[in-house]
Each structure stands twice: as structure tokens, then as C-alpha cells.
């Protein structure tokens, strides 16, 4: 197999360094799903520029490992030298029993000890040193390798109006204060910060968050960033408490701190806990933010109808332009952010549009290119996009035909449809989490012997991360342990993928409520946008399903008409 110069640059680094791997993780220091391209180390090493991933490099084998959310578009984007390791259990290390394979025991690896946590490292350090190998952390190898490297992000910081948080940030932070007692909390999530702070910055893609720390100690918080404000903001801060300081005198902030300090330890950066001794803490404001509060959902509310507004012209512009000239995947891209942006007060899209014609459907993160777009023929199309509003967040999927749909396309989104309404009409008792029922979204394809790889749904933050915890319908530990509670959003998004032929995801989101019975919850759902009928095989639905697509229906068309 051939090899890429950016590969043997790695190998030589290797060499250089007495190395005999390097782990080249996805994240950034702050253990973010999307990263700024300064951290995007993974993608220009190997090409693959999925959310989630790991590469290893060894002097003769590279891989990347990926779920099957991935499996089709590493194979299509991986440079020469490199090869796909297929993970078969979701959220499993199986990168390192590769290692373990591969690596003749005494071998050394590498890994940037600002990209792996505290947690993760005492963990594959065990893993290594069972089989006679030792972990190192190491200064950041692409500081040498990436001549061409994107600079730190620095965007400007804006403040969130009072009447879009809906809580002041004086007392959030004293609502955290109250969890914490005497101990001082380092808070690394940018999302977190930037939700305790009522601040939004641009720093990372579709992410309106910025690079920071954030020390919250029983009598003041010190912010460590680098990102220019206006003065009324730290005019804010001051009076909130918040002492300012550059972004990289977090190690001096950490080891001045006279409160016992406390940090999540899966989301602490091995070379920060080296600073000091930290209590590990999972921290306490995921969950504060994951619910929302009224005003937040008010104004989501709108948010709502603004993307019903923009998704309704962006369909009919589809089905108007197909007739008179040929489209393709980009020209649906643009002009859904084009309708999103007319309905004002919008920042941007929530994440890179999936617009997936036929096949490229089937690839679950597909995203298309001014360079890679298929022209728009018969088939299905599924586009799955989002915005960022002052209002909120949205995140969105229908699948539609162009042209008549086989009897096969009809089945299989009619069985995604059913798993949708079932977890949709879910009622559920006080303490359930999302692991428990998301089976009634699988179930209707199981029936079939069909199933999908990815979750059912994840929480959405707001104006924040269109993925947000620790709430979902997943497989993962917090998706087994955090209860669903009311004013936590959450998607419902089944699908169903056929290799070289298309894909299908429904998905809407709902906010968790009180239901008619007492201690018992359920979903009211958000998203506003008629679901396709024409794809429903009306003989598999039963006629309480039927019922509930028709009144969704009629309920977004009577907004559409309200407006």
C-alpha cells in the first residue's frame, strides 16, 4: 500500500523520539466533539475527517478506528498507508487491543498529554502495562509535523441577553456553589463555561463557544481566556465575581488554589492533573444545563417556528428548482442556510448539513462538498441540518422521494416512522432513563430483523453544542444512569441504511414533561415539519399510528398558516 509523506513524517518523528506508536486522539484539550481546525490533528494526518475516531501510527501499520457510524466514509476518505480498525461495540477502546496485538512487548506509545484525560490515561496505562508496554505522554507531535497548522481560534465574545438565558449568571454560579460546599471546581467543557458565564463565542464550527477554563471557588471564579470582549462584559464579570486571566495560566491558577480542588477526571487533561491533586467529580453542570428553564424553552418555541418557516421555503424551492434545472447535494446546503438566515437573529448553521442523495444516504455523517455533491435524481434524499438562533438550537431529518419509491424504500421508512412515533407516544415513570425505552424506537425493525448503528437520540444544548449529555438514547454509561427529567431536550431519530442504495432517518426533538399520571413523564415534541407520506406503506400502520402522523401533520400546517 502506498504511503502519504504526512505518514512518514509521523514515522520519523517516531524515530526521533524513541517511539514505537502514537495514539492521535479526535478532541482537543477540552475533550470537545467538534474541534477548532488547530486541533483537527487526526483529519490531516489521515484524511478522515469524522466527529469520532482514533489513529494510531506504528513504524509499520497506521489505522483509524471508527464506529459503524463511519465505516463508509473512512474507507472513502482515508489517505494511503492508512486502514479502517472496525469497532464492534460502540464507546470500546478496541484501538488499544490492536496495540496489544501489534506492538512486540517492551514497545513505547505516545500521546499528547493535553489530548488524553487523567481518566483515560490510568486506564490504558493498566491495559499497556499488562502486556509489557509503557504509555508516555508527550509534548504535541504536529507543533513539528503540521508546517501549515490553523492558529488558535480568538473570536469575539458576546453576552446572552437575560431575556435569552433566562437565568443570571451570578446565580448559576451560585447554584454551583451550593452543590460544591467548601471545594473549588476546575470546569474545562467549553460548552459548560459558556453556559455559566451567559457568554457565546465563535471559536469552534456550528459551536458558539470559546477557549477557556474556568475555576468556580466558594468566594470568587477566575476565567482563563484569551478572547476579546467588549468592556461592559468584564465590567459583568467583575460584578459577578469572575477575575479574568490569560488562557494559558491555567497550570498557575490550578496550583495557587487554596480550596481542595475537584474536576472531572474523564475530562481533565492528563497533563493539567499532574499540577495539582484533584477529587474527581463528574461535573455537576451538565446536568443543570441539560434542563432547560422556561424562558429557554419559550424561546426555543420559536426558534421552532422560525425553522418551520425556512425548512417549508426550502422544500418548495427544491421541488421548483428540480423542475427547471439540475441540482445537486451543495446547492441544498446553501440554500438552507440561505432560508434559515432570512428568518433572522440566526448565527449559523448547528452542524455541517447531512444532505445524502440515494447511496450517500446510507453514510450516516455524509457531508457534501463544493468539490463531492451528487446531482439530485430519483431516489430518496435525506437531509438532516440545524440553526443557531438567539432562540435556540434546531436539529432536524426528513427523508423524501424524488420520483416514485420502490416497495422496499416504502418499508423501511415506514418502519423507521413507527419507531419514531413510538418513542415519541412513550409514557414512562419518574426515574427512567433514555437506555430503558429507546428500544421502543428499535423495535418495529427488529420485528424485521433489521436494526441501525448509531443512537436514537442525543441531548441538544442552547445556542450551544447540537450534542449535549448526559442525557440520550444510546449505549453509553450516562445514557444508563441519568433520568430523563422535565425541561431536558432530547432527539428521537431511528433510521435505517442500505449500502450503495440509500438511507432513512426521521428525527425530531422533543422536550421531556409532566404526564396526565402522576409521577410520570413524556415527550412534547418541538420540531415542526411535516413527515413525508408519501413513503408510508399505509398497510404496516396500525390505526392509532396513522392518527398520530396526521395530527403532526395538521399541527405544522396550522402553524405554517398561523404565521
Given at each position: 500500500m502506498q504511503t502519504n509523506n504526512r505518514l512518514r513524517s509521523c514515522r520519523a518523528w517516531l524515530q526521533d523520539n524513541g517511539y514505537q506508536a502514537l495514539i492521535v486522539p479526535t478532541n482537543d484539550p477540552h475533550f470537545s466533539e467538534y474541534v477548532a481546525d488547530h486541533w483537527r490533528c487526526r483529519a490531516w494526518l489521515s484524511g478522515f475527517d469524522g466527529s469520532a475516531g482514533t489513529a494510531i501510527v506504528s513504524a509499520d501499520a497506521a489505522i483509524v478506528s471508527v464506529d459503524s457510524r463511519y465505516f463508509l466514509q473512512a474507507e472513502?476518505?482515508?489517505?494511503p498507508g492508512f486502514a479502517v480498525l472496525r469497532q464492534q461495540v460502540a464507546q470500546a477502546p478496541e484501538h488499544l487491543d490492536w496495540l496489544i496485538e501489534h506492538l512486540p512487548a517492551g514497545s513505547t506509545i505516545a500521546i499528547d498529554g493535553r489530548l488524553c484525560s487523567a481518566s483515560s490515561l490510568e486506564k490504558i496505562n493498566a491495559r499497556c502495562t499488562a502486556h509489557d508496554l509503557a504509555l508516555q505522554t508527550c509534548a504535541d507531535p504536529f507543533a513539528d509535523l503540521w508546517p501549515d497548522r490553523p492558529p488558535l481560534p480568538n473570536a469575539d465574545l458576546f453576552a446572552l441577553d437575560l431575556a435569552y438565558a433566562g437565568?443570571?449568571?451570578g446565580d448559576?454560579?451560585?447554584?454551583?456553589?451550593?452543590v460544591l460546599a467548601d471545594a473549588a471546581l476546575l470546569v474545562t467543557a467549553l460548552d459548560e463555561i459558556a453556559w455559566l458565564l451567559?457568554?457565546?463565542?465563535?471559536?469552534?464550527p456550528y459551536n458558539p463557544v470559546f477557549h477557556a477554563w474556568l475555576i468556580v471557588a466558594p468566594?470568587?471564579?477566575i476565567l482563563c481566556c484569551d478572547n476579546p470582549m467588549p468592556s461592559s462584559i468584564r465590567d459583568a464579570l467583575a460584578a459577578s465575581g469572575v477575575a479574568l486571566r490569560p488562557y494559558a495560566d491555567i497550570e498557575a491558577v490550578v496550583t495557587a488554589q487554596k480550596a481542595p480542588l475537584c474536576a472531572d477526571l474523564e475530562q481533565l487533561p492528563a497533563n493539567l492533573a499532574a499540577t495539582a491533586d484533584f477529587t474527581h467529580l463528574r461535573s455537576p453542570?451538565?446536568?443543570?444545563?441539560?434542563i432547560k428553564n422556561p424562558t429557554e424553552i419559550a424561546n426555543l418555541k420559536k426558534a421552532m417556528a422560525k425553522d418551520a418557516r425556512a425548512l417549508d421555503a426550502f422544500y418548495?424551492?427544491?421541488h421548483t428548482e428540480r423542475d427547471q434545472r439540475q441540482l445537486t447535494e451543495w446547492d441544498c446546503v446553501e440554500q438552507l442556510d440561505a432560508c434559515r438566515a432570512a428568518q433572522g437573529n440566526y448565527l449559523g448553521p448547528s452542524f455541517a448539513a447531512i444532505v445524502g442523495h440515494a447511496s450517500h444516504g446510507a453514510i450516516v455523517h455524509y457531508h457534501p462538498t463544493v468539490e463531492e455533491s451528487a446531482a439530485l435524481a430519483d431516489g430518496l434524499l435525506l437531509i438532516d441540518s440545524g440553526g443557531q438562533y438567539l432562540e435556540g438550537t434546531t436539529d432536524i431529518t426528513r427523508t423524501i422521494a424524488l420520483g416514485r419509491p420502490t416497495a422496499e424504500q416504502k418499508l423501511h421508512y415506514t418502519l423507521v416512522l413507527q419507531g419514531l412515533i413510538a418513542l415519541s407516544r412513550a409514557r414512562f415513570p419518574t426515574g427512567t432513563t433514555g437506555n430503558q425505552i429507546e428500544v421502543l424506537a428499535r423495535h418495529p425493525l427488529w420485528q424485521r430483523g433489521l436494526n441501525y448503528g448509531h443512537g436514537t437520540g442525543h441531548g441538544v444544548g442552547y445556542l450551544l453544542n447540537v450534542h449535549e449529555g448526559p442525557q440520550s438514547f444510546g449505549r453509553g454509561a450516562t445514557a444508563k444512569t441519568t433520568p430523563l427529567q422535565p425541561g431536558m431536550l432530547i432527539t428521537i431519530e431511528p433510521g435505517y441504511y442500505v449500502s450503495d442504495s440509500h438511507g432513512i432517518r426521521?428525527?425530531?426533538m422533543v422536550v421531556v414533561v409532566e404526564a396526565e399520571h402522576e409521577g410520570y413523564l413524556r415527550f412534547a415534541t418541538l420540531t415542526i415539519h411535516p413527515i413525508a407520506t408519501d413513503l408510508v406503506d399505509e398497510e404496516l400502520m396500525d390505526e392509532s399510528e396513522s392518527q398520530w402522523l396526521a395530527d403532526y401533520n395538521a399541527r405544522c400546517a396550522e402553524t405554517l398558516m398561523g404565521d
Open positions: 472513502r476518505q482515508l489517505h437565568v443570571d449568571r448559576k454560579l451560585q447554584a454551583l456553589r451550593a451567559n457568554l457565546r463565542g465563535a471559536d469552534v468566594d470568587k471564579a453542570v451538565a446536568l443543570q444545563k441539560a418548495r424551492w427544491l426521521s428525527e425530531n
